[in-house]
């Protein structure tokens, strides 16, 4: 018999706030700057064996905060002060063995940093393995004040955003932001407030339909399934799925097991599969990788399509997340997350549907303790329902960012830029239309 749960709990919980309107809307945006010397590093993160790039490889700047990850291509910029450059850098990446490298050993551009795969033996693992496979990760999720950070903590983070129209990127933003983070034990929600950010977008790829995505860096930050839990892992939830072991891997030379986690048979509405790597020893979550069941497309669009023209249908296709974490004095805390949602439009009186697909990413490049507890003014802050602005300024600017780590844009981010920016220049010239007119 099939089960039919309530589905705007599901909105309300499951939801990480994703949400595409069909408007315009504007946020102001603060500037920044700072005074001290940095140096830049350029360079790519590969497979040893099999020269395959490694995608999120995280290269951390011993005894720092200081961080950054490799993109799609497995490349990756790191920013150094002037100050830490004599001191290692942790190059790591889930089931291979973690490089120390010292910081003097790198050169300005082209570094080729390869890594070894660990193998795990079988007799290790199967003396060790859990019985319970929902147990370890209730277990896991109640010991989030015990092995994550439970103090407050201010991070830097870099966050990006891009829509495509099947593969064509048609809008780029990107932006640095403030995490006013509250501890992982407290239910007190993240604050998030905007350094500096840029965005490029080409209307006329977009069927004269503005897509906007509602929430910006929040979509981001609540795929952190330690702090938020009840997004996909209510209390009363967890009757709804299966969970069961899968392989092990390692991470840092930790052992780590694989947990598969699948909706549960006759449950009609769309909830989540995927993966859980669980240290099982100290029962921390390394990094989760899942999405979402679309079992039925209207559900699926009631929970995530805010508002749509009248002459067109519009569902997912599909919709991803990915959070990884980061270990520092026996702590860990939110390092990294990605959503992937694909979704189409069919028109009325239209031969054709329109393929449309948005990622959002966020890392988190620095932090320090929030000794004094202090959170941005309400009015400073980013709401859960901004949208980054329109303007079309930075992308020119080589040194944009100045000494703030970014995870390296891609090759066909950077030719989608230059794209972008030759048809702007070509409206001007045309005395073309400014977003607000659209």
Do not use: H
Request: charged share 30%.
């Amino acid at each position: 018999m099939n089960k039919k749960i309530n589905l705007q709990k599901m909105k309300d919980v499951f939801n990480p706030r994703i949400g595409w309107f069909f408007t315009f809307m504007f946020i102001s945006i603060g500037l920044f700057s700072q005074e001290e010397g940095f140096k830049e590093y350029l360079g790519e993160v590969y497979d040893s064996e099999t020269k395959k790039p490694l995608v999120f490889a995280t290269l951390t700047l011993e005894n720092t905060n200081i961080s950054t990850i490799t993109n799609t291509e497995g490349e990756f910029s790191l920013k150094v002060p002037d100050s830490n450059t004599s001191e290692n850098v942790i190059v790591s990446f889930l089931g291979y063995r973690t490089k120390r490298i010292p910081m003097l050993q790198f050169k300005s551009e082209g570094n080729e940093i390869g890594m070894t795969e660990l193998v795990t033996q079988l007799s290790e693992v199967s003396l060790s393995i859990p019985k319970d496979a929902r147990a370890l990760v209730r277990e896991t999720l109640k010991k989030r004040g015990e092995n994550y950070i439970d103090n407050p903590t201010v991070m830097t983070a870099f966050y990006r955003e891009t829509i495509k129209r099947r593969r064509q990127n048609v809008s780029l933003s990107e932006a640095v932001v403030n995490i006013y983070k509250a501890p992982y034990s407290s239910n007190k929600s993240d604050a998030l407030k905007l350094f500096k950010a840029r965005k490029s977008t080409d209307y006329s790829k977009l069927d004269t339909l503005a897509l906007k995505l509602q929430g910006g860096p929040f979509n981001a930050l609540f795929v952190d399934m330690v702090k938020y839990p009840d997004y996909i892992f209510a209390a009363d939830m967890f009757e709804y799925y299966d969970f069961s072991f899968s392989n092990s891997t390692r991470v840092d030379d930790k052992l780590i097991y694989v947990i598969d986690f699948t909706q549960k048979p006759g449950i009609i509405d769309p909830l989540y599969t995927g993966k859980l790597y669980i240290d099982v020893d100290n029962k921390i979550l390394t990094s989760a990788i899942y999405s979402l069941n679309i079992t039925d497309r209207d559900l699926a669009a009631q929970m995530f399509v805010r508002k749509k023209p009248r002459n067109a249908d519009v569902w997912p296709t599909e919709v991803a997340y990915r959070v990884d974490y980061r270990e520092k004095d026996g702590k860990w805390y939110y390092g990294y997350s990605n959503v992937l949602m694909e979704f189409k439009i069919n028109w009325d009186k239209r031969l054709f549907n329109s393929v449309y697909s948005m990622s959002c990413e966020m890392a988190i490049t620095d932090w320090e303790e929030n000794l004094s507890n202090e959170i941005p003014k309400y009015k400073d802050r980013i709401k859960s329902d901004i949208i980054l602005t329109d303007e079309a300024i930075g992308f020119a600017d080589p040194d944009f960012w100045g000494e703030y780590n970014i995870i390296e844009p891609e090759k066909s981010i950077e030719s989608a830029i230059r794209k972008i920016q030759r048809q702007l220049k070509r409206g001007k010239i045309d005395g073309g239309t400014s977003a607000a007119s659209q």
